[in-house]
T-cell receptor, first 113, second 112 residues
Framework: DAGVTQSPTHLIKTRGQQVTLRCSPISGHKSVSWYQQVLGQGPQFIFQYYEKEERGRGNFPDRFSARQFPNYSSELNVNALLLGDSALYLC????????????FGEGSRLTVL | QKEVEQDPGPLSVPEGAIVSLNCTYSNSAFQYFMWYRQYSRKGPELLMYTYSSGNKEDGRFTAQVDKSSKYISLFIRDSQPSDSATYLCAMNRGGGADGLTFGKGTHLIIQP
């Protein structure tokens, strides 16, 4: 079975631009979460979606938004990029959104210049 | 005080040694505890998953949770060079709305 797939794997943007990151969960998983991992730090929670509804949001500004589609795939959008948004963006899927047993993809590495 | 504290290391041990990795936390509401392994420039891989206090063993890995002390551990027996990676502890309250809270990760090096 395929794991969590993310695209693109790497991208470079300039300050002020907008970016869209995509994620496909493991087959049968209905919950998708997004995390930001800055170099040398643990991942930080951005959003969780379950059955196309936002269930949780971390401490990130409104420039960050996400959505989940009927096939349970998801997109993360970041507007007005700042240098500090440079990070590895991780998508994770789970069968049960309540327990925290998450399976992560390889991530999308964003560099903002 | 951060919610989850984890020594970033690096921790360097010889091949075959028993490795002990630890995290402390401050939020007594945490109920689910996980250990992830992350190789350089890759996504985290779930190693161990436990609910509440107690021990769980899977092959060379043993996870321990002591909720009274707010302390969790991961033990790796017969360590191998392929175990060299960053180990992240993570936890949450359950319910899903607040996501996982991660430690910074411990960089482990197994010397051949």
């Amino acid at each position: 079975d395929a794991g969590v797939t993310q695209s693109p794997t790497h991208l470079i943007k300039t300050r002020g631009q907008q970016v869209t990151l995509r994620c496909s969960p493991i087959s049968g998983h209905k919950s998708v979460s997004w995390y930001q991992q800055v170099l040398g730090q643990g991942p930080q929670f951005i959003f969780q979606y379950y059955e196309k509804e936002e269930r949780g949001r971390g401490n990130f500004p409104d420039r960050f938004s996400a959505r989940q589609f009927p096939n349970y795939s998801s997109e993360l959008n970041v507007n007005a990029l700042l240098l500090g948004d440079s990070a590895l963006y991780l998508c994770a899927s789970s069968q049960d959104p309540n327990t925290g047993e998450l399976f992560f993809g390889e991530g999308s590495r964003l560099t903002v210049l | 005080q951060k919610e989850v504290e984890q020594d970033p290391g690096p921790l360097s041990v010889p091949e075959g040694a028993i490795v002990s990795l630890n995290c402390t936390y401050s939020n007594s509401a945490f109920q689910y505890f996980m250990w992830y392994r992350q190789y350089s420039r890759k996504g985290p891989e779930l190693l161990m998953y436990t609910y509440s206090s107690g021990n769980k063993e899977d092959g060379r890995f043993t996870a321990q949770v002591d909720k009274s002390s707010k302390y969790i551990s991961l033990f790796i027996r017969d360590s191998q060079p392929s175990d060299s990676a960053t180990y992240l502890c993570a936890m949450n309250r359950g319910g899903g709305a607040d996501g996982l809270t991660f430690g910074k990760g411990t960089h482990l090096i197994i010397q051949p």
